[in-house]
């Protein structure tokens, strides 16, 4: 054959040509423009694809197809059941769904659902032809057969245990988790109360005798449904527990009608204040953009207009001085100034921290609101509140307006000297002197919130990789051994100082939810932890009627009922609680104190054994450590049990967002989204089994080809979308 010939068959088996897409962010390469802008999508937070049926949303419409084919309103929408009773639909509360739910077994109402669907149904066919007229008729006008079904359906009184505020009752919870870890159970049989708790009922070995078995296509499949949304919405208001937007614009009302009281009695007491000599601060700051007639009355009477002042230095200085590589891109004009004075003005000052006291407090409750003092904090933190309030707020110019100040404020809380300071725990003695010290901390953690869950992505990347680092080098620094408190159930009352024991536990508040963070890193994002269990030698969170008390009499006595002298939180230090949990035994004493901590500590434990979890699975060999992990999660499940059984209502602070008598006033003192703490439990104890299953798997491809990681491949990713898709597995994992 001529070598003319040979030519093509010679290209024929050529190798075919390289990749020439590349991703201009990670340097990928792909041979298809449409797998790059696919590959794109996986650098961003944005999701899309929304499903029609329920509130995932995902980055790519082939995972939504994938999606669709499990959902619960996917396949058969007209088959859907509603989940509320009829009562709580018709006055738009939020419903636990059981039979009676606990809106209506509080209040002795009938409890009827009259748009369910299957064999089991709680209604009778009358009722189901009812007309839209007699649905908004009176509970005590139902029809005798429809009683009848009801009361066929209630507990007989050797069944019936007492509701809890979050609308499970005592058999439910002791049914929570009844399967072992090595032989777990169906996620998928796990039904949810709308309220937001995992009803764990499913779980136990037989139902009652009174109750009818669950119809298999009726039970939702949802028993991740907290972090399901956690990990698919971005943002705060999306992502955590801050109340409904009618709670929100409540709020929102009441602090109007209270600024234009306070507004009243400013501009009343004027004739006080010589209006030809205002304050020269004032004067400085209004100074190169207008006269001080444009300056609004009622500031030449507000202290905290000073604060306004301190703010916009601050912001001013990070703007014309950008430090090297800034994240700051604003140029200082007049119009810059006006903007930041409007902003941080002394009545958006008191309206976003109202909204942060309500809305945002309970989910980080660091801060102790009862000896907080606005014209005393430092304004480093006031700004970062503030900011946490405009983003909760419910009027979407606050949430626009705030995003303006991200970065600015970010920049002078990590410039702090304050924050910056060789401030050891030997020079901690006095912790009211150090107050400020705490504050800075306080703020950079705000800012990391903020930045993690309202930022862009280089924000998130930022605060994840770099200033996340630097708190943890500064909680270091001050010394994470110092966050102790002293023996106050020793303490008689005269001897007790409240602000003494309010600092302390401002820190050991803050240091935990640091770890949190870092937890929070490694659950979603897959970053390895910068924390270790071995170095939280420190006191856990007192119980939060200690720390919500609003005087000093009513802390000293509260700390004398839950932790008297001889109590061994004194002694114990979270380290060691969770060492005690991973052992075979856990002492019935621990146990007890554990429970009676509350579920924020009970959050941070959870939240460790998602860290050790993470350590066994980034080790190179066999699971020899499960063993700790089993007995975690087993202990932590009977703590769980012995906290919601043994506590009734009205000794600990037991609130939650759902619960219709709870007043704006009080929003600030309900429990926030760790809560769900049985749903990282569960999230835990999932991967923990997946573990161990993987481990039995050997041998690899060439050159090590095989997964990273056996249950999360790609670490450090800012998108949740990974972690997603593992809780999407599990939701519709079927043994």
């Known amino acids: 054959m001529s070598a003319e010939h040979s030519t093509p068959t010679e290209e024929s088996f050529e190798a075919p040509e390289s990749p020439r897409y590349e991703c201009s962010i990670c340097s990928k390469r792909y041979k298809r423009r449409e797998h790059l802008f696919r590959h794109t999508s996986t650098h961003t937070s944005q999701r899309p694809y929304q499903c029609t049926s329920c509130d995932g949303a995902f980055q790519r419409a082939d995972v939504l197809k994938r999606h669709l084919r499990t959902c619960d309103g996917g396949a058969s929408r007209a088959n859907t059941r509603r989940r509320a009773c009829d009562r709580c639909v018709r006055q738009k509360k939020a419903c636990s769904s059981h039979q009676p739910c606990h809106s209506c077994a509080k209040r002795g109402a009938q409890c009827w659902y009259s748009t369910e669907t299957g064999g089991s149904s709680r209604q009778t066919p009358q009722n189901q032809k009812r007309t839209q007229q007699d649905q908004q008729t009176s509970v005590e006008t139902v029809p005798k057969q429809e009683e009848t079904t009801c009361t066929q359906m209630t507990p007989t009184p050797a ?30 049989s796990i039904q949810y109360p709308s ?57 929102a009302t009441s602090l109007d009608r209270q600024t234009s009281a306070q507004l009243q009695q400013r501009i009343m007491a004027m ?152 401030l050891t725990c030997q020079s901690m003695g006095n912790m009211v002197i150090q107050r400020r010290k705490i504050q800075a901390v306080q703020a950079a953690y705000i800012v990391c919130l903020y930045q993690n869950w309202e930022g862009s992505d280089a924000s998130k990347s930022r605060i994840r990789r770099y200033r996340f680092a630097t708190l943890v080098s500064t909680a270091r620094d001050i010394g994470i051994t110092a966050a102790q408190h002293l023996n106050y159930g020793a303490q008689g009352r005269h001897e007790f100082e409240w602000k003494e024991y309010a600092a302390r536990e401002e820190l050991i508040r803050v240091f935990t939810w640091i770890f949190l963070l870092d937890t929070a890193f490694v659950i979603f994002n897959n970053l390895p932890p910068r924390m270790v269990i071995k170095e939280m030698r420190m006191h856990m969170a007192t119980p939060e009627s200690c720390f919500q008390a609003t005087t000093a009499d009513e802390c000293h006595q509260q700390i004398q009922l839950f932790l008297p002298a001889r109590s061994i939180y004194w002694t114990i230090s979270f380290r060691g609680s969770f060492e005690a949990i991973c052992k075979d035994e856990l002492p019935v004493t621990i146990r007890q104190l554990l429970a009676s901590l509350g579920p924020s500590n009970l959050f941070a434990l959870t939240s460790a054994i998602h860290s050790q979890i993470f350590q066994f699975r980034s080790a190179v060999g066999g699971f020899q450590l499960r063993a700790p992990i089993r007995n975690a999660l087993t202990h932590w499940r009977d703590i769980w049990h012995t906290f919601s059984s043994t506590f009734p209502q009205g000794i600990t602070p037991h609130t939650t967002i759902e619960d219709p008598h709870i007043q704006p006033e009080d929003l600030w003192r309900r429990m926030g989204f760790f809560r769900f703490a049985p749903e990282y439990w569960l999230l835990a104890n999932l991967m923990a ?47």
Not at 199 to 214: I, N, Q, R, W
Not at 691 to 717: F, K, M
């Open 271 to 422: 004739p006080t204040l010589s209006m030809d000599m205002p304050s020269p601060l004032l004067l400085e700051s209004m100074s190169d953009s207008s006269s001080t007639s444009d300056i609004p009355l009622d500031w030449f009477n507000d202290p905290l207009s000073l604060k306004t002042h301190e703010i916009l230095l601050l912001i001013e200085e990070v703007v014309t001085i950008k430090p090297r590589n800034s994240a700051v891109t604003l140029d200082w004009s007049s119009a810059l100034k006006d903007s930041c004075l409007q902003f941080f003005s002394p009545s958006n000052i008191r309206r976003f921290l109202a909204l942060y006291w309500a809305m945002w407090h309970p989910n980080v409750n660091f801060i102790h609101r009862p000896t907080f003092d606005l014209l005393a904090a430092k304004p480093t933190l006031l700004a970062a509140m503030a900011l946490i309030g405009a983003c909760v707020s419910p009027d979407m110019p606050d949430n626009e307006d705030a995003r303006t100040w991200f970065n600015c404020v970010e920049e002078m809380v990590f410039i702090d000297d304050d924050f910056n300071n060789d």
């Open 159 to 188: 069944t019936t245990t007492a509701m809890m505020p979050w609308g499970l009752t005592m058999e439910d919870l002791q049914n929570f988790g009844t399967s072992p870890v090595d032989t777990f159970f169906d996620p998928a």
């Open 195 to 251: 309220a937001g708790w995992p009803d764990f009922s499913a779980l136990a070995p037989e139902p009652p005798a009174t109750f009818e078995p669950p119809v298999a296509h009726d039970t939702p499949r949802k028993s991740l449904h907290f972090l399901d949304k956690f990990t698919s919405h971005t943002g705060l208001v999306s992502s955590f527990d801050c109340g409904t937007l009618e709670q929100r614009e409540q709020v």
């Open 689 to 735: 089994d997946r573990l161990a299953a993987s481990r039995t798997e050997t041998g690899l491809g060439p050159l090590d080809e095989g997964p990273l990681d056996p249950i999360l491949n790609q670490y450090d990713q800012t998108s949740m979308r990974q972690i997603n898709d593992l809780i999407m597995g599990f939701q519709t994992f079927q043994i």
